[in-house]
């Protein structure tokens, strides 16, 4: 069993955590709605992470709606003392399997409660607002998230909520939100390539805050370099890998979360822990965001 022993840790919240984390929104069926295909495969993924040492989880109550929080339940209630589970609300599923804006005070409440009775918890660790100014899956807009998160920090100030975060947003709304309670977490898109967040890595890193990057090839439209690989096949990794393993040499408050609904595929993103790049290998990949 591979395991992340060389992965290293970050606070979050209160909480210690393995810097090598899991998402787990692939556990869901095809476009992150409905279920698996095999439901018995998603269980057996989520228990193998935990046993290699996984002890952050990323999810959400709109991922199937529903499923991915009640596999995660399955397979691993009661959980550990050291398992922290991070969630995301600011998004409602329609019946036709569209992202829909679910901001406002109820729906945000309604959300937050849906998590902790799928998820079984009486408190979630930490929650991000996800923002969608202008709709859909929209990257970082400029826009007022604090309505939003004035009523997620109401319900962390009656224990429903431990910390808060802030997920696909800009600069100036991770200093909005600050404003209104602490932050222990932004979580946005940002890889090789695409790199707008080189700045606000630097500045989360300074005060504590750690990083969750999403889409480590680039998502829907992976990444294509020749420098990258290059890299891969002088160090024998995979692409996925060499992207790892960079974003955990990019900062110490970087956090992974790497999905996969397949045993091999996760065996070989929790490897990316141990992959040493040496300093011409990181030159050569950090030139493909330049």
């Known amino acids: 069993m591979q395991t992340i022993d060389q992965a290293d840790t970050f606070t979050l919240g209160e909480r210690e955590v393995m ?18 295909k095999d439901r018995d495969a998603a269980i057996a993924v ?4 935990v046993e ?13 709606p529903r499923v991915v929080n009640e596999i995660i339940r399955e397979a691993l209630h009661p959980y550990s003392d050291d398992l922290v589970i991070v ?38 660790e ?27 920090a109401r319900m962390q100030e009656e224990g429903l909520i431990r910390h808060l975060g802030v997920s696909n947003v800009t600069a100036t709304q991770v200093a ?32 504590g805050i750690a990083y969750v990057p999403f889409f480590p090839l680039g998502g829907f439209s992976p990444l294509q370099s020749s420098r990258l690989d290059a890299v891969a096949a002088e160090l024998r990794g995979t692409q996925m890998q060499i992207a790892l393993a960079w974003l955990l040499r990019r900062s110490p408050n970087v956090l992974l979360i790497p999905g996969t609904s397949s045993l091999a ?13 040496p300093e011409g290998a990181m030159a050569a990949l950090d030139e493909i965001g330049s």
């Not at 810097?19 to 698996?36: I, S």
């Not at 609300?89 to 005070?105: E, I």
């Open 19 to 36: 810097r090598m984390g899991y998402g787990a929104m692939q556990l869901a069926g095809a476009h992150v709605f409905g279920p698996p």
């Open 46 to 49: 989520l228990r193998a992470a």
């Open 52 to 64: 290699a040492g996984v002890n952050h989880i990323d999810t959400s109550d709109f991922y199937g």
């Open 87 to 124: 969630t995301k609300v600011g998004a409602a599923r329609g019946d036709d399997a569209s992202w829909n804006l679910a901001a406002s005070s109820d729906e945000l409440r309604r959300a937050v409660e849906d998590n902790l009775r799928n998820l079984g918890l009486d408190a979630m």
């Open 126 to 152: 930490v929650v991000n607002f996800r923002a969608m100014i202008g709709g859909g899956n929209q990257g970082p807009t400029e826009g007022s998230i604090a309505a939003s998160f004035e009523a997620l």
């Open 176 to 207: 909005e939100a600050r404003g209104i309670a602490p932050v222990v977490c932004v979580q946005n898109q940002y890889n090789l390539a695409h790199r707008n967040d080189d700045k606000l890595i630097d500045t989360l890193a300074e005060d």
């Open 265 to 277: 595929h996760l065996q070989e993103n929790l490897a990316a822990a141990s992959l040493d790049l």
